[in-house]
């Protein structure tokens, strides 16, 4: 049997991660870790997708997590390819350099 | 079990740390696969046994093996430690807030009742936002991934469909622009 009282835990621990990873977008300036640290806010909210679904007796938490899952890979695939063309650019890889569209 | 949930959720909440706070990128990196099996197991705790294997295939698997692979292509320097500047300030307000808040709500502002293997109340007992369209235990006597497949399949047919619209048109754009520009 699943203690109900574990349920404020797991809120918190889902909301540790979101402003964990948006402390990181905050303070990081290199992209890959920004981007790590925006797997982490997605992943958050996964945490709260599955346990309010677990403790609402409800497989729906589990679709939305699984939808959220498949859009974190699509954006990681796209920003990747991203950092690797700035990369090739000969720019820095640094974000509080990369603020204008053209070079 | 109460003590696996613990292990579990204090070895995620320390590797995100890790992930913010490492000077290295492959660090960070590392850091992340440790945070998402974590996140896993916590997956399979909570009864989600198709999201723990596409959380480990997905995440630890494709996506972290992209980010080690990124980092080592592009090797980048080791950073500074971040500064206690106004930004840092504000972000560890916000953990600190936003952590202990969203922890007290739940706790306090929530009423629970349980009714044999699941908590089956969570609202207010005056005024219940959640009706339930499964009984109790349905989820577990059909299987986690035949019912998550069934909604999958049915209900949830048309984002289904959109979602793998989606990976073509990141695969598409993934394509274009790691191209080699023409010269």
Same mark, same amino acid.
């Given at each position: 049997m699943l203690n109900p009282n574990l349920f404020p835990f797991l809120l918190g621990l889902a909301a540790f991660l979101f402003t964990v990873g948006a402390t990181g977008v905050l303070i990081r300036r290199n992209p890959i870790v920004v981007f790590?640290?925006?797997?982490?806010?997605?992943? +958050? +909210?996964?945490? +709260?997708?599955? +346990?309010?679904?677990?403790?609402?007796?409800?497989?729906?938490?589990?679709?939305f997590a699984f939808m959220v899952i498949v859009v974190a890979a699509a954006e990681v695939v796209v920003g990747l390819a991203l950092i690797t063309q700035i990369f090739r650019l000969g720019r820095e890889l640094d974000v509080d350099d990369l603020s204008e569209m053209k070079d | 079990m109460t003590v696996l949930f613990a292990v579990v959720i204090a070895l995620a909440a320390v590797s995100s740390l890790g992930v913010v706070l490492s000077r290295q990128t492959i660090y960070s990196a590392l850091s992340l696969v440790v945070t998402v099996a974590m996140l896993a197991v916590l997956f399979l705790l909570l009864n /989600?046994?198709?999201?723990?294997?596409?959380?480990?295939?997905? !995440?630890?698997? /494709? #996506?972290? &093996?992209?980010?080690?692979?990124?980092?080592?292509?592009l090797s980048p320097d080791a950073e500074d430690r971040p500064r206690l500047d106004a930004r840092a300030v504000i972000g560890v307000?916000?953990?600190?807030? #936003?952590? &202990?808040?969203?922890? &007290?709500?739940?706790?306090?502002?929530?009423?629970?009742? =349980?009714?044999?293997f699941h908590a089956v109340g969570v609202g207010s007992s005056?005024?219940?936002?959640? =009706?339930?369209s499964f009984p109790p235990d349905a989820v577990n006597a059909a299987g986690n991934v035949q019912t998550v497949a069934g909604q999958l399949f049915t209900? !949830?047919?048309?984002?289904?469909?959109?979602?793998?619209?989606?990976?073509?048109?990141? /695969?598409?754009?993934?394509? !274009?622009?790691?191209?080699? /520009?023409?010269?």
């Open positions: 790590m640290c925006i797997e982490l806010m997605l992943n +958050a +909210a996964n945490v +709260a997708l599955v +346990a309010y679904g677990r403790f609402l007796n409800s497989e729906e938490g589990q679709i | /989600a046994q198709f999201l723990f294997a596409v959380q480990l295939i997905i !995440y630890a698997g /494709a #996506v972290m &093996v992209l980010f080690v692979f990124i980092v080592a292509l307000t916000g953990v600190v807030l #936003v952590t &202990v808040l969203v922890f &007290v709500a739940a706790r306090n502002g929530i009423t629970y009742s =349980t009714n044999g005056s005024n219940p936002y959640h =009706t339930f209900n !949830y047919l048309l984002p289904f469909e959109i979602t793998s619209m989606l990976l073509l048109v990141a /695969a598409i754009g993934a394509v !274009y622009l790691t191209r080699r /520009a023409r010269s």
